[in-house]
């Protein structure tokens, strides 16, 4: 069964430390897609990422990158220099399934950043 | 381009009341979802559409109903409104192009007493 585990429930930092948010996922398919949305205070769901399963490069965005090992099935999300606007809850998600898109979503990381 | 919609914003139901949540999108997608998010468990998929008439269950289908008779509209009804359906609710929509991000709306807090 799919399954998406965000093992950090909270996370605080103070301004400009880097920061590393971890997703292990669960899949029994060979071709799938994994996502990050981010949740600011005021609610709306931000899509931030989607890396396929055949797809092993490190993605850089900014003060952003993702990590995507398949050998230890995790996806994890770092930013570098944290700012106050970072604060927000942050999910990943997995789609596994061809016809119909359907996410899995992991329970989600609260992240605090404080000046 | 008003994105995904979502109507209404809050709402207070009395235990056994009905009511129906609007969700439209103006991107032409064919892929539709209802979601529910509950505090510090994520989202959970109530029902989802592939296309107009075309409806099937997620995860937490029961006590919610859906219907989809235009690619733009995707209403969810509770029609008989309990205290666990307190939650907000999320629409959201993506291209048919597999695998594609789903864009979201902005939600429905919705509390039921």
């Known amino acids: 069964a799919q399954k998406v585990t965000q093992a950090q429930t909270e996370i605080s930092v103070v301004e400009k430390e880097d920061v590393t948010l971890d997703c292990v996922y669960e899949t029994r398919d060979t ?19 989607r890396r396929n399963s055949f797809d092993e490069q490190n993605e850089i965005s900014g ?15 770092t930013i ?9 809850v942050y999910f990943c998600a997995l789609s596994d399934d061809y016809n119909t898109d359907k996410l899995i979503f992991g329970t989600g990381t609260r992240l605090q950043v404080f000046p | ?10 709402r207070i139901l009395k235990i056994g009341q009905s009511m129906t949540l609007q969700c439209t999108q103006d991107m032409n997608h064919n892929y539709m979802y209802w979601y ?11 029902y989802y559409s592939v296309g107009a008439g075309i409806t099937d269950k997620g995860e937490v289908p029961n006590g919610y ?13 509770l029609e008989l409104a309990a205290p ?8 959201a929509s993506s291209y048919s192009d597999r695998y594609n991000e789903q864009f979201f709306g902005p939600g429905t807090r919705l509390t039921v007493l």
Request: some cysteine; proline content about 6%.
């Open chain 1, 31 to 49: 071709t799938y897609y994994l996502f990050w949305y981010k949740q600011p205070p005021s609610g709306e769901l931000v899509f931030l990422i």
């Open chain 1, 63 to 77: 003060r952003y990158s993702w990590n995507f090992q398949k050998s230890t099935s995790s996806f994890n999300f």
């Open chain 1, 80 to 88: 570098t220099a944290s700012q106050v606007v970072d604060s927000a």
């Open chain 2, 1 to 10: 381009n008003a994105g995904v919609t979502q109507t209404p914003k809050f």
């Open chain 2, 36 to 46: 529910r998010q509950d505090p510090g468990m994520g989202l959970k998929l109530i």
């Open chain 2, 65 to 77: 109903n859906v219907s989809r008779s235009t690619t733009e509209d995707f209403p969810l009804r």
């Open chain 2, 84 to 91: 666990s359906q307190t939650s907000v609710y999320f629409c």
